[in-house]
């Protein structure tokens, strides 16, 4: 009788309290699956700091891992990705190899060869302020300054910066998401062509007056253009 009792005391003593774990938490089969939190969905200007961390329940001490972070391409897992750039312990920055393509990424922590926990993240820049004008890059004018004749050509340029008021890179990918509206319809020829420079080219069609407005992004800009028969 007393043995069976010292049996139950010792049985007793080796009770472990929750949370227990009852296999290997870098187990694929793990019950217990993670998470990135702190990765935001967007990343839309240069200079953007992110800091990522690992969430689990229970959680486990990453103090003592040694943490691999990576940033892929999953279009193309042979390129580095070189838009985010990890700079310690789960803190990321966007570097200047943004530009307005944007492109989905996935932030990943590696602890060995066979555990991976991530989330898809898209980056490149937005625009957040844009300007219009008229004449050269080295002297802009007001494209109401000079009316124009029909049949002629018009160069309307565009200067876009992000939300941390960096130039936006590829511009010709924000023109490809721009909308263009001509407040009244014939003067103007209401396509153009993306392209590197930002440069919005139309033909004037029609004796008029109308206001060509872009709206690129998150910004939105209008110039006044006159043309004389």
């Known amino acids: ?27 694929p ?4 699956p993670m998470r990135l939190v702190g990765v935001p969905d967007t990343v839309f200007a240069i200079g953007q700091r992110f800091q990522a961390t690992i969430e689990r329940d229970p959680p486990i001490d990453q103090s003592t891992l040694s943490i691999q972070w990576r940033v892929t391409d999953p279009n193309d897992i042979l390129a580095p990705a070189t838009q985010l750039q990890h700079l310690f312990n789960g803190e990321f ?20 060869e066979e ?4 989330r898809s993240i898209v980056v490149g820049q937005l625009v957040d302020t844009l300007r219009l004008s008229c ?11 000079v009316p124009l004749a029909v049949g002629a050509t018009l160069n309307v340029r565009s200067a876009s910066r992000d939300a941390r008021g960096f130039a936006v890179q590829g511009l010709q990918h924000a023109m490809a998401r721009a909308t263009v509206t001509l407040r009244t319809p014939g003067v103007l020829s209401s396509t153009f062509t993306p392209n590197t420079t930002g440069t919005y080219t139309f033909a004037a069609v029609a004796a008029g007056s109308t206001w060509l407005v872009i709206r690129s992004d998150r910004a939105v800009d209008s110039v006044q253009v006159t043309v004389t028969p």
């Open 1 to 27: 009788m007393l043995r069976r009792l010292a049996l139950l005391v010792v049985l007793s003593a080796c009770t472990l309290e929750p949370p227990f774990e009852r296999s290997n938490p870098f187990d």
């Open 29 to 32: 089969g793990s019950p217990y």
């Open 93 to 112: 920055l966007a570097t200047n190899a943004m530009s307005a393509e944007l492109k989905t990424l996935a932030v990943g922590a590696r602890f060995n």
């Open 115 to 118: 555990v991976v926990v991530g």
């Open 135 to 145: 004449g050269s890059v080295a002297a802009p004018v007001a494209c109401s300054a």
